[in-house]
Nanobody, 122 residues
Framework: VQLQASGGGSVQPGNSLRLSCAAS????????VGWFRQAPGKAREGVSY????????FYANSVKGRFTISRDSAENRVYLLMDSLKPEDTAVYYC????????????????WGQGTLVTVSS
């Protein structure tokens, strides 16, 4: 099983990016998926979550109203659309899949991907 996050880059504040998490060896529609991020010198934090049925989504308070998580089962991908980006969103972003009891806890997931760097700076 492999998860690969992509779509990161350098943008100015206020701009948008869409991150993608692609899975191989795993069918995403049967798993809950979480996005996490880790900023330099800070602990990893949960950013967003989508349940297996897509009926439930969660967001960290710091991104609520700006980020949107979605799933494309046909493409076996989960996306994180990030609007109105702020410098404090700068971090390496990771995706994870599994059946977490607590969505924002990294170790609750079963599979984890490599990260993609997002830099928000003027």
């Amino acid at each position: 099983v492999q998860l690969q996050a992509s779509g990161g880059g350098s943008v100015q504040p206020g701009n948008s990016l869409r991150l993608s998490c692609a899975a191989s060896g795993l069918t995403f529609q049967y798993y809950a998926v979480g996005w996490f991020r880790q900023a330099p010198g800070k602990a990893r934090e949960g950013v967003s979550y989508i349940s297996t049925s897509d009926a439930t989504t969660f967001y960290a308070n710091s991104v609520k109203g700006r980020f949107t998580i979605s799933r494309d089962s046909a493409e076996n991908r989960v996306y994180l659309l990030m609007d109105s980006l702020k410098p404090e969103d700068t971090a390496v972003y990771y995706c994870a899949a599994g059946f977490p009891t607590v969505w924002a806890v990294w170790d609750e997931y079963d599979y984890w991907g490599q990260g993609t760097l997002v830099t928000v700076s003027s």
